[in-house]
């Protein structure tokens, strides 16, 4: 089912939502997730948005804090989302595409519903994830080539002659999402005041591990 066509323009933001906590799941504003929904508690979240204007809001757990009530503390930024494709699969799972809206602050967790976590958010400090930024301005030459010495560390393939056509905001949303970073690197990109400030982050984080790869003790010459 196709659920494009959604103008950001006239978006009347929820002011509370579900939240679907995944440790490694980094969504940004114009990004797309596929997510594959299986348990119980967040079909019914799936369902109950499918209701409801089709939103939910994806936020990491953030393992330095201890547990609430209601399970892992979280983050306190996540992403909201709304549901643009949906399937059901003949064992009963979800299989959906959750296209980034705007980033939000939890200004309070709620009671939960059918089992699945619901926040009241703030979207005060991220009117720029709606409205627009200025053009992005970033050093793309420099962020590609630390990208293809990333992915050649790991083994991992690329399309590079499509990665060479994307405009910058596009490749910057997508290489964000995609590259494995850990939960608190995913969390530093998602919370990034402004785009640049977000490249400037992915920079250094492609820049950081090439230079934990040189200096391993495996890479080392024996003195």
């Known amino acids: ?31 797309k997730l596929p997510l594959n929904i299986f348990e119980r508690r967040y079909l019914a979240m799936v369902e109950d948005a499918l209701g409801a204007g089709r939103k939910f809001g994806m936020i990491q757990p953030n393992p330095v804090l201890p547990p609430g009530a209601s399970g892992p503390a979280l983050y306190r930024v996540g992403c909201l989302g709304q549901l643009t494709s949906f399937s059901e699969t003949d064992d009963g799972r979800f299989l959906i595409t959750l296209s980034g809206l705007t980033r939000f602050s939890v200004a309070e967790e709620l009671p939960m519903h059918r089992g699945y976590r619901r926040v009241r958010a703030d979207f005060s400090a991220y009117e720029a994830d709606i409205t627009g930024e200025p053009d992005l301005t970033m050093a793309r030459d420099e962020l590609l080539a630390a990208l293809r010495s990333y992915f050649g560390r790991r083994g991992f393939e690329a399309n590079w002659d499509a990665i060479s056509e994307m405009p910058d905001d596009m490749l910057l949303v997508t290489l964000c999402m ?46």
């Open 1 to 31: 089912m196709d659920m494009e066509g959604f103008d950001p323009e006239a978006l009347k933001l929820p002011d509370a939502f579900p939240v679907f906590p995944l440790s490694g799941a980094l969504l940004l504003p114009h990004g």
């Open 178 to 223: 995609a590259c494995p970073f850990e939960d608190a690197e995913k969390q530093a990109l998602l919370e990034a005041p402004t785009q640049g400030d977000r490249a400037q982050t992915l920079l250094a984080l492609l820049l950081m591990d090439q230079h934990s790869e040189d200096t391993s003790p495996s890479n080392r010459l024996d003195s």
